[in-house]
């Protein structure tokens, strides 16, 4: 049997599957950012007419799955499946956006790290022949994050400098077995690591270490170095985090060049946007990745990227029963 594993952790694609199209949507303050240009749809409210925050985050979700949907030309009927995830309690604005859709759903779980290990699943169904299309979508929303994982924002409590601010969007691909654009050639499966963090308004400093662990064992397993890729770039490791991860990797014997840069640094201006040490949340990387870095695939700007996204993998209830912060990263290959 001739198993498509390379090295110690990383698969890679016969058939690498094509990126047909993408779509985002995001909040008033994604857009007012530095790629604020670079998303499909901007929202001019947080709430846009709906009854709440988590309604509205699956509605937004809704918005980039069809979007995407209608961008790659498919029918209806030529989608396999659907692979969503989020932050909520069991996923659940995937679940309702998946009510709607009506397509088989595969709900994910990974965290701040869902697009990237979504990427991942649906290259193998399709690399496996499990699947002729698939379509993924992530989502989180500012307000719905701080309500379940930190205070209502109406509390107006004092956030930690180390504190990122969670992402309100969602970006949405799909995934196919042919056609044209950017391919998905191999995914890179993390490992979870705890290294006794146990603030949760440091989410990049606990997940820094298990991404690191992942680029390391990705490159590793290639024999690649940080050169051969046009981007590296993280999913929200933030300004703290991306420092720790560099210093990281550098103890290790990487040194990472300016290719090297996070989805939650580079989504806000820190100068003009109070979002103390950037981005987080998992419509951090999809929205990047769906906006700014396919559109500099497409056009021939970046050739190689390496999406790295970083889940922190802990809950309210771990929080406040005082467990450390376990951690995970997810890599997937893109090449033009």
Same mark, same amino acid.
């Given at each position: 049997?001739?198993?498509?594993?390379?090295?110690?952790?990383?698969?890679?694609?016969?058939?690498?599957?094509?990126?047909?199209?993408?779509?985002?949507?995001?909040?008033?303050?994604?857009?007012?950012?530095?790629?604020?240009?670079?998303?499909?749809?901007?929202?001019?409210?947080?709430?846009?007419?709906?009854?709440?925050?988590?309604?509205?985050?699956?509605?937004?979700?809704?918005?980039?799955?069809?979007?995407?949907?209608?961008?790659?030309?498919?029918?209806?009927?030529?989608?396999?499946?659907?692979?969503?995830?989020?932050?909520?309690?069991?996923?659940?604005?995937?679940?309702?956006?998946?009510?709607?859709?009506?397509?088989?759903?595969?709900?994910?779980?990974?965290?701040?790290?869902?697009?990237?290990?979504?990427?991942?699943?649906?290259?193998?169904?399709?690399?496996?022949?499990?699947?002729?299309?698939?379509?993924?979508?992530?989502?989180?929303?500012?307000?719905?994050?701080?309500?379940?994982?930190?205070?209502?924002?109406?509390?107006?409590?004092?956030?930690?400098?180390?504190?990122?601010?969670?992402?309100?969007? !969602?970006? /949405?691909? $799909?995934?196919?077995?042919?056609?044209?654009?950017?391919?998905?050639?191999?995914?890179?499966?993390? @490992? %979870? #690591?705890?290294?006794?963090?146990?603030?949760?308004?440091?989410?990049?400093?606990?997940?820094?270490?298990?991404?690191?662990?992942?680029?390391?064992?990705?490159?590793?397993?290639?024999?690649?170095?940080?050169?051969?890729?046009?981007?590296?770039?993280?999913?929200?490791?933030?300004?703290?985090?991306?420092?720790?991860?560099?210093?990281?990797?550098?103890?290790?014997?990487?040194?990472?060049?300016?290719?090297?840069?996070?989805?939650?640094?580079?989504?806000?201006?820190?100068?003009?946007?109070?979002?103390?040490?950037?981005?987080?949340?998992? !419509?951090? /990387?999809? $929205?990047?990745?769906?906006?700014?870095?396919?559109?500099?695939?497409?056009?021939?700007?970046?050739? @190689? %990227? #390496?999406?790295?996204?970083?889940?922190?993998?802990?809950?309210?209830?771990?929080?406040?029963?005082?467990?450390?912060?376990?951690?995970?990263?997810?890599?997937?290959?893109?090449?033009?």
């Amino acid at each position: 049997m001739n198993l498509k594993r390379l090295g110690n952790q990383t698969v890679t694609f016969e058939n690498p599957p094509v990126i047909l199209s993408s779509y985002s949507v995001v909040g008033p303050m994604e857009g007012q950012g530095p790629l604020g240009k670079t998303f499909s749809k901007v929202w001019p409210d947080t709430i846009n007419g709906n009854k709440s925050w988590e309604v509205a985050e699956s509605k937004m979700l809704e918005e980039a799955l069809q979007g995407a949907l209608k961008q790659s030309n498919l029918q209806e009927n030529e989608i396999d499946f659907m692979l969503a995830g989020d932050l909520l309690n069991q996923i659940i604005s995937s679940n309702f956006a998946a009510r709607t859709m009506g397509f088989p759903f595969i709900g994910i779980f990974g965290a701040c790290s869902t697009m990237a290990l979504s990427m991942a699943i649906g290259s193998m169904l399709i690399d496996g022949q499990f699947a002729r299309n698939i379509l993924v979508g992530v989502s989180s929303h500012h307000d719905t994050a701080e309500r379940q994982f930190r205070l209502p924002t109406e509390h107006g409590s004092q956030r930690a400098m180390s504190a990122q601010w969670t992402v309100t969007g !969602a970006g /949405s691909l $799909v995934l196919a077995q042919k056609g044209d654009g950017p391919r998905i050639t191999a995914a890179t499966i993390g @490992r %979870v #690591l705890d290294y006794g963090e146990k603030d949760v308004n440091n989410m990049g400093a606990a997940m820094a270490p298990a991404v690191s662990d992942t680029i390391l064992n990705h490159l590793q397993d290639f024999n690649r170095k940080p050169a051969d890729y046009d981007l590296i770039v993280t999913g929200d490791l933030g300004n703290v985090g991306l420092q720790l991860s560099k210093e990281i990797l550098k103890r290790s014997g990487i040194e990472m060049a300016n290719q090297f840069n996070d989805c939650g640094v580079l989504i806000y201006d820190p100068a003009s946007q109070d979002v103390h040490a950037g981005g987080s949340g998992c !419509a951090c /990387s999809s $929205v990047v990745f769906a906006g700014d870095i396919m559109q500099k695939l497409i056009s021939g700007q970046y050739h @190689r %990227v #390496l999406l790295v996204g970083s889940g922190s993998l802990h809950s309210p209830t771990s929080a406040l029963q005082g467990e450390s912060i376990p951690c995970v990263g997810h890599a997937v290959v893109i090449e033009a």
